[in-house]
T-cell receptor
Framework: GAVVSQHPSRVICKSGTSVKIECRSLDFQATTMFWYRQFPKQSLMLMATSNEGSKATYEQGVEKDKFLINHASLTLSTLTVTSAHPEDSSFYIC??????????FGSGTQLSVL | GENVEQHPSTLSVQEGDSAVIKCTYSDSASNYFPWYKQELGKGPQLIIDIRSNVGEKKDQRIAVTLNKTAKHFSLHITETQPEDSAVYFCAATDSPGNQFYFGTGTSLTVIP
């Protein structure tokens, strides 16, 4: 079964609104989670590393104020796309390493901004 | 930082034939190499992985080989089936708790 749960799987929103995506580790604690963005037929682009109890580490070129990350517990990280615009439409995926051994991914969230 | 290259970008095989996907990496500190299968509209699924102290690992129809000296590793799928059709990504890291570096992906099509 799923090791990492991600919700929602699909969201459509109006331009200017904010959208929150949740990522949960189901049977393990994750002090670190990763958030990716994926464009059609392309590889995974790391956006940020979410650290439990501290600030997220963002990759170069990713706007911190636009993509808010909160990792408030050892099993939950959230990504909020603030004031979404059509160019933010994409497939967003989270992942978490289990027991420091293997990296598991959520099922992804397809965001469409109208 | 690490640079992972993956080839080919697309691969078509007849059902029952074998498929091979190759990746190279640049950082000698990398010691963990997973392979992921991604179906359309879904998140990547871990299918097999290998650590640097092992040269080969097999799980039923799937196998991975690693050549640390040459810094390359390969995914082998035997007796391919239509349900093997997906995009496959290789990755490398020096620790699962640290950043993973992904290849650009291979779109595999198995023709019935």
């Amino acid at each position: 079964g799923a090791v990492v749960s991600q919700h929602p799987s699909r969201v459509i929103c109006k331009s200017g609104t904010s959208v929150k995506i949740e990522c949960r580790s189901l049977d393990f604690q994750a002090t670190t989670m990763f958030w990716y963005r994926q464009f059609p037929k392309q590889s995974l682009m790391l956006m940020a590393t979410s650290n439990e109890g501290s600030k997220a580490t963002y990759e170069q070129g990713v706007e911190k104020d636009k993509f808010l990350i909160n990792h408030a517990s050892l099993t939950l990280s959230t990504l909020t796309v603030t004031s979404a615009h059509p160019e933010d439409s994409s497939f967003y995926i989270c992942s978490a390493p289990r027991d420091g051994e293997k990296l598991f991914f959520g099922s992804g969230t397809q965001l469409s901004v109208l | 930082g690490e640079n992972v290259e993956q080839h080919p970008s697309t691969l078509s095989v007849q059902e029952g034939d074998s498929a091979v996907i190759k990746c190279t990496y640049s950082d000698s500190a990398s010691n963990y190499f997973p392979w992921y299968k991604q179906e359309l509209g879904k998140g990547p699924q871990l299918i097999i992985d290998i650590r640097s102290n092992v040269g080969e690992k097999k799980d039923q129809r799937i196998a991975v080989t690693l050549n640390k000296t040459a810094k390359h590793f390969s995914l082998h799928i035997t007796e391919t089936q239509p349900e093997d059709s997906a995009v496959y990504f290789c990755a490398a890291t020096d620790s699962p708790g640290n950043q993973f570096y992904f290849g650009t992906g291979t779109s595999l099509t198995v023709i019935p």
